[in-house]
């Protein structure tokens, strides 16, 4: 029985994720007055610029701070963070998500990550659009994962900016979720990139994204969102 309740769980949180992924780029919502959608190039501009991602904090992210702007700050807390990775022209570049600042603490999530559209992400489905991917220790424990690339009907702020975007969700039936990486993801360096042609990483914020604690403290997600570092990808 409580593998059945963690798997209809995990079903609704990927219900209401990819629905937001394949809606967004038609409509865009609001809670309280707030747009619900930002697209993050990193969060710290100074620490983005210091491990290689765009330094960027864009207006967009400054309104999804505004929407937990009531909800009370912690100390410390979760950093989920980008790699810096590198790779040659036509080549398969590696992307880690990782976490730090969470063992044991958390126990689902739902994130957007963004590329650059001349990037071209591996799938494990060409016609479900089902990422490819290697799972990584933090997420042992878990009750399933899923990761799909947000190519159709992109937000406008992704096409304004050339990006798409990756989604992937987890849970365990506790606060099982580890520090260290998360989930390894595959992108295709184009033929002709030039060596030291840097592409950054980002994440793209959705009302429907989380990272959440088996108490559901609001103020753990909040410093997790607030924190998110940007990663890059540099062909050698």
Known sequence: MKHKFSAALLALVISASVTGCLDSGK?????????TQATVSATEGETAAEEGGSAEISES????????ADTPA??????IKLSNTSAKPGEMAEVTVSI???????????????YPEVLKC?????EELMADFEPGEAIKAN????????QKNLAPELERDHKRSVFF???????GGKDGNIVTFFFKIPDDAQPGTVYDLGYYYMDTDMFRNQENDMS???????HLEGGSITVR
Do not use: Q
């Not at 912690?74 to 950093?79: D, F, I, M, N, Q």
């Not at 753990?220 to 607030?226: I, L, N, R």
């Open 74 to 79: 912690l100390e410390s807390g979760p950093v």
């Open 61 to 68: 992210m400054e309104l999804m701070r505004l929407k937990y």
């Open 169 to 175: 969700t987890t849970m365990f039936t506790d606060n």
């Open 27 to 35: 409509s865009s919502s609001k809670v309280a007055e707030i747009p």
């Open 220 to 226: 753990f997600e909040k410093y997790a969102f607030e």
């Open 100 to 114: 730090t600042g969470a063992e044991k603490k958390w126990n689902m999530c739902g994130i957007h990550i963004t």
């Open 122 to 126: 591996k799938l494990a489905d060409e």
């Open 143 to 150: 009750a399933g994962f899923i990761a799909m690339d947000w």
